[in-house]
């Protein structure tokens, strides 16, 4: 007989005979009577075994064959699926049996911690959450796929063994057996050969790329992670690009989770994100947002603030409705928020019915200023970080998203894209005493700020004033993506290099061949990185990339299930010209 799956049956099959195949989900011994779960990829189903012995020796996990009728059964079940029918066995076979599990696989969330959960990956994916969140992301590709191809775009898949080229973060290296002392290197993203896709005339490319970052890890960063990478040519105008992903990303939350976005997304620049939420990622699900009262406090005799405004700072409030009554215990642990996030300290005032209270009170002469810019009422709680504009708005941020949390501001089946815009093209790095790219060096500044890159006589200093034609894609507070019109020149792309600190020699030596291909007729063409398994992780309702991922590695690096990274046998490494030290 063909197999049939275990979660399809219903009342509509009473009376057919059945050949099952599955996982012994749960045994109940009642004697003369044995039923057991079983379960496979589509669902549970109740077995009933009358008069076979062999069954009352099942175990969980045994993996086993069955043919027999489907029966009602005399005592339904409504949260199950296939809980108003049975199967009568006839026949009973053991395809494999199974060690007693080290957990079980139906407990959610599970008792186990993670080292066992990845070391004992196998057992872990069939838990009933595990198989969602795999299908969740395989609609979700399909969806991905299924649009593009409707837009126009084809896959082309690009190497995994490529050349090192500095994106930011360190580069997996392998050794080259052939070519003895060089190496390969796994890319970070296929950015330039993408570039190079749009000089081959493909106009409309994408690819569900892996891409390799050694880098320190977090709840939502993984060693080697995927990314739906996109690029389009002769696109000059972002917004062409926007409505084609906001497109996409409505495509595929109605195909997976049936949400419908509302479109278009809305747009803010780097600085309304940052100032205004503290987060070049803003949660706009709910309000709080801050306020520069800088002015307000214009000539104040507070040291701290007089202080920080001599220096070019700023000072900004977050006000929080109804909470003037905030306990010390509250106060300091939301101090030590913006502390760990770059404030020196943070301060308070809260407006009562007889005029402010907090260590700012007394120097307030006149409050009005403050309470009209930040809409203060009676009642109202007000904090405060001043400092270098942009790093005190991100730590008010964080104390803004902790206060969000705290006060159960934040609705949970709300969904809140939104594009970020304006970002600057360079930023100084104390630590390497040079520019840096913000995204990266092929990144175009936007139009009106290109003749001052090209120019030889603009000021050194005043290059983190130009902006980069870049965009990031973000919802609820999570970064999805970012990506940017690119240069398609060689005398700018060179330039570029040349700001970045990377001569000639250098450039040719990094960067030759894609500076010979941008000789060869590029058009203008820009693109986006979307990262998949944040999409897949947000879609799934988890806090965890390794939620979403079917093998991923552990906040360390390793693989509990393979034991790697693992030493290798010195013939390996002989043959690689290789030598381990230390």
Known sequence: MKRENCGQLSGKDVGRKVCLAGWVHRVRDLGKLTFVDLRDGSGLVQLLFRGLPDARKLSCEDVIRVEGTVVLREAPNPDLPTGEVEVKVDRLEVLAQAKSPPFAVDEDPPKAGEETRLRFRYLDLRRPRMQRNLRLRHRTTMAIREYLDREGFIE????????????????????????????????????????????????????????????????????????????????????????????????????????????????????????????????????????????????????????????????????????????????????????AHGAKGLLWLARGESGPRGPLARYLPRQEPLWEATGAQVGDLLLFVAGEPVSAAQALGQVRLELGRRLSLIPEGVWCPAWVVGFPLLEWSEEEGRWTAVHHPFTSPRSEDLPKLMAPDFPQERLGELRANAYDLVLNGVELGGGSIRIHRRKVQQRMLEVLGIGPQEAEARFGFFLRALEYGAPPHGGIALGLDRLVMMLAGESTLREVIAFPKTASGTCPLTGAPAEVDEDQLRQLHLKVEG
């Not at 003895?180 to 106009?203: C, D, N």
């Not at 389009?232 to 595929?252: K, N, Q, T, Y």
């Not at 747009?267 to 709910?286: H, I, M, N, Q, W």
């Open 156 to 339: 082309v898949e690009t190497p995994l063994l490529t050349r090192s080229t500095p994106e930011g973060a360190r580069d997996f290296l392998v050794p080259s057996r052939l070519e003895p002392g060089k190496f390969y290197a796994l890319p970070q993203s296929p950015q330039l050969f993408k570039q190079i896709l749009m000089i081959s005339g493909v106009e409309r490319y994408f690819q569900i790329a892996r891409c390799f970052r050694d880098e320190d890890l977090r709840a939502d960063r993984q060693p080697e992670f995927t990314q739906l990478d996109l690029e389009m040519a002769f696109l000059e105008d972002p917004e062409e690009l926007f409505e084609l992903i906001e497109g996409l990303l409505s495509h595929v939350f109605q195909e997976t989770i049936g949400v419908e976005l509302s479109r278009p997304f809305p747009r803010l620049t780097y600085e309304e994100a940052v100032f205004r939420y503290g987060s070049d990622k803003p949660d706009l699900r709910f309000g709080l947002e801050l306020v520069d009262i800088t002015e307000a406090f214009a000539g104040t005799e507070f040291r701290v603030f007089r202080e920080v405004m001599e220096a070019g700072g700023r000072a900004f409030a977050l006000r929080v409705p109804g909470r003037a009554g905030a306990s010390r215990k509250e106060l300091e642990e939301l101090e030590v928020v913006a502390k």
